[in-house]
């Protein structure tokens, strides 16, 4: 056999710092994908064995199957080397494993392969599956008028497009759960803490001028189907939860009404912005999941949720998901163009919907936070411990701060075993918080996060 | 609150649109500033990368990164509101100079725990004298040019050492000329200025250079390389 192939992939691996994954290397040699994989292989055991020179690390694809949540399903997952045995161990029959990529960085997320296999796969789209074996004789391109209809057929509101997304996703494992879990955690603090600096930012803006209705609406239509790719990434355990969302996160729309501020006006993106998460959620639950490089499921968070935290942080984080593709420029989502559909979503200032000024407060200030609006307040004072803390607007270094004020919105609640562990902290925090400030003469201001986390 | 994004809505909608569908529409010089379509598309790029940076150098705790979307693949974005608002406002404050050609590099400072520079991630850009508007599919071409740059980035920790723990960072924009004079007369943003940056910030001993990345394209070219202190702790 010909064995240059090593030395093509020793070329790629450690000249040029590539990740070469089985599929890029088959479209790049022309081979057949089980080729590729025996050679990524036989590439590996060779380097191995020879024990030299820079440290190469490998992903596997494992698949098996399994009994998650109560049901058997069939799971599909991409690990890092050294989870390999530990997934293996998990699952009851394991049907196959393959090296999946060789590459000399460690990486800490899977986002590079997806990069990796990009631009290969575009430029042989046409014929991506020419050394695959995986066929379907269904699956023959559209003619041009087909195309067209299609294309039609897109610019119509992505509703149906959901649900048939959920058809797809079913046997997908419920891995995501425990990740989307663990950010939550870390997330909430923002949000919690948005929420209590809220109360004293007294400073409104036209935000809640803008119109809370049609937000309703659209939300409510958006929950709904945003309750199915939710549900589907969560697993199907968590599928009955996901029809009780719908509701209570409709609600909460309507209590959060002053979304609609900084939403409405680049309301134009935002469908088709929505689309995009959405497909990015359908990309990592769909068949290649990376459970274990996700390190957030290292993080200090306590796994241990009563149900009541769940729902919280499921509608907390499901709300955060509806505001998210709310478009700014930071968000960094790829702006659509949909011209159409923003009609749908133009503001009609009518009725302003009465809620507690404070929930007000709190959605506008998240969302004002997400839109990177922030309302430049400067508190300085004197808390418990005699230590002047000068905080700012929407400023998260404050964290201890929103312990001492009171939390009136439920939303306290999922991140109040977080501030438990916070809590003897909290003394080291705030005079690191002092130094920070103290030393933050420049006036380029570096952000303290020290107070947030207690780990690393 | 202004955004930057608020000065040119119109112009950054036509740049991402562009980038979301491939698409075949044609620029013609009449129609768009071209400074500016190059100062947005790359100070997108910038904040992207400086995000992906501090998520790989491990500089903020994973934890406080998000995946999203941007040129069709996944990235690390943080969602600390101060930290984004940061980067953000320094951009703002860096694309006039980029929409005039007058920015010759941005760097991104990593410092230990005593101020000293342990590495230094530079993009110098530079923007051809003449630009060519004659393909196509230019932007498509740009889009996938910066998505090999985020790749590059995800995989630097193999030819980099581990920076020592406690690590900060910061940005440095390098001006040609006299550029700054004038940015120092116009506050481009309230209580934001920039000033001139410390020595040892700029300059970093023993050093070693590290290419990670070059990219050409008709509207823009752009290097990244690294510079690493040799010994870091």
Wanted: proline share 6%; with cysteine.
């Amino acid at each position: 056999m010909d064995y240059l192939y090593l030395d093509n992939i020793d070329e790629f691996v450690n000249d040029q710092n590539k990740i070469v994954t089985y599929k890029w290397l088959s479209l790049t040699l022309g081979v057949h994908v089980n080729t590729a994989k025996q050679m990524l292989y036989h590439y590996l055991q060779q380097k191995r064995n020879e024990g030299s020179g820079t440290p190469l690390h490998a992903t596997y694809l494992v698949s098996g199957k399994c009994v998650e949540n109560g049901s058997k399903c069939h799971k599909v997952s991409v690990v890092r080397e050294d989870k390999l045995n530990a997934v293996k161990a998990k699952m009851d029959v394991t049907i196959s494993v393959h090296v999946y990529s060789v590459q000399r960085a460690e990486l800490k997320d899977s986002s590079p392969l997806y990069n990796t296999d990009y631009d290969a796969v575009k430029e042989n789209i046409k014929n991506c599956n020419k050394y695959s074996t995986i066929r379907c004789a269904a699956a023959v391109p559209m003619s041009s008028a087909e195309v067209q209809r299609a294309q039609e057929m897109a610019l119509v509101p992505p509703a149906g497009k959901e649900i048939s997304k959920t058809g797809l996703n079913e046997n997908t494992s419920a891995t995501p759960k425990p990740s989307a879990k663990q950010p939550a955690g870390i997330m909430g603090m923002f949000a919690s803490k948005n929420a209590s600096k809220s109360q004293e930012s007294s400073k409104e803006v036209k935000t809640e001028q803008k119109d809370d209705s049609s937000l309703v609406e659209t939300s409510k239509s958006k929950t709904a189907s945003k309750a199915n790719p939710m549900s589907n990434l969560f697993g199907k355990s968590a599928q009955k939860k996901a029809d009780e969302k719908p509701n209570k996160s409709v609600k909460e729309e309507t209590a959060a009404s002053s979304t609609a501020p900084a939403i409405m006006e680049q309301s134009q993106t935002s469908p088709k912005s929505k689309i995009d998460i959405k497909d990015e959620q359908s990309k990592v639950s769909s068949a290649l999941k990376v459970e274990s490089k996700d390190t957030r499921n290292k993080t200090k968070r306590p796994e241990v949720v009563d149900s009541d935290d769940e729902k919280m942080e499921s509608q907390q984080k499901k709300r955060r998901r509806i505001k998210k593709p709310q478009p700014d420029s930071s968000d960094d989502e790829v702006v659509p163009d949909s011209p159409p559909v923003p009609n749908v979503q133009t503001p009609s200032p009518k009725k302003q919907v009465k809620r507690e000024p404070v929930s007000h407060q709190e959605e506008s200030s998240e969302v004002k936070r997400r839109k990177r609006r922030r309302v430049l307040k400067s508190h300085t004072f004197v808390d418990e411990e005699g230590s002047f803390v000068t905080e700012k607007g929407y400023v998260s270094e404050s964290y201890s701060e929103s312990e001492e004020e009171p939390e009136p919105n439920s939303q306290a609640k999922d991140s109040s075993s977080l501030k438990q562990s916070f809590g003897k902290r909290e003394e080291e925090k705030k005079e690191k918080r002092e130094k920070k400030t103290s030393t933050a003469n420049k006036p380029t201001k570096q952000p303290s996060i020290m107070g947030f986390f207690q780990k690393k | 609150m202004i955004f930057y994004k608020r000065d040119a809505p119109l112009f950054i909608k036509g740049c991402c649109i562009y980038f979301g569908c491939f698409s075949m529409a044609t620029l013609t010089r009449q129609d768009l500033n071209f400074g500016q379509v190059v100062a947005d598309i790359l100070c997108e790029f910038l904040e992207v990368a400086i995000h992906l940076i501090l998520y790989v150098r491990e500089i903020y705790p994973s934890g406080i990164f998000q995946k999203r979307k941007k040129y069709n693949v996944p990235v690390q974005m943080s969602c600390h509101p101060e930290l984004n608002q940061y980067i953000q406002d320094t951009l703002h404050c860096v694309k006039p100079l980029i929409q005039k050609n007058e920015a010759e590099k941005v760097v991104m400072v990593i410092m230990d725990k005593e101020h000293h520079p342990v590495e230094r991630f530079v993009f110098e850009i530079s923007q051809p004298p003449l630009l060519s508007i004659s393909s196509e599919t230019l932007l498509s071409h740009v889009e996938q040019l910066l998505r090999a740059m985020i790749l590059k980035i995800s995989v630097c920790d193999a030819v980099l050492d581990n920076n020592p723990p406690g690590c900060t960072f910061t940005l440095l924009v390098h001006t040609r000329e006299a550029a700054t004079r004038n940015m120092e007369k116009v506050q481009v943003i309230k209580d934001f200025p920039w000033i001139v940056a410390d020595e040892q910030e700029v300059h970093m001993e023993e050093a070693k250079l590290i290419p990670l990345k070059t990219m050409t394209s008709d509207i823009l070219k752009m290097q990244l390389y690294v510079e690493e202190r040799t010994q870091k702790n």
